[in-house]
């Protein structure tokens, strides 16, 4: 099994910036891409970023790109995401997730994921 904490969120003004962690313990070896998706209260769950490292890339959501960083440590099975400018509508719980197995490039939807955390709430105030 594998274990997914995420660290970092909390209340910040619009145009402000926050740094998301998110550490992977457990049976990591086969994780081989980790990404961040979030969800609004009411709404589905959205892909935000992701890196894989089978092969090295990585992918960003239209809504967020230019604004937001995805970074990761593959020996720690670590994840960063660095977010910038935040508006309002940034407002969510992020949840950190990641695939494992015997699959590569970078997804971008829920069910191909495996391991999820258990969010961390982000609020941007107007």
């Known amino acids: 099994q594998v274990q997914l904490v995420e660290s970092g969120g909390g209340l910040v003004q619009a145009g402000g910036s926050l740094r998301l962690s998110c550490e992977a313990s457990?049976?990591?070896?086969?994780?081989?891409?980790m990404g961040w998706f979030r969800q609004a209260p009411g709404k589905q769950r959205d892909f935000v970023a992701a890196?894989?490292?089978?092969?090295?890339?990585?992918r960003y959501a239209d809504s967020v790109k230019g604004r937001v960083t995805i970074s990761g440590d593959n020996a720690k099975k670590t994840v960063y995401l660095q977010m910038n400018s935040l508006k309002p509508e940034d407002t969510a719980v992020y949840y950190c997730?990641?695939?494992?197995?015997?699959?590569?490039?970078?997804?971008?939807?829920?069910?191909?994921?495996?391991?999820w955390g258990h969010g961390t709430q982000v609020t941007v105030s107007s």
């Open positions: 457990g049976r990591t070896f086969s994780i081989y891409a």
């Open positions: 890196i894989s490292w089978n092969p090295g890339s990585v």
């Open positions: 997730a990641a695939a494992g197995g015997l699959g590569g490039g970078i997804p971008q939807y829920p069910p191909e994921y495996n391991y």
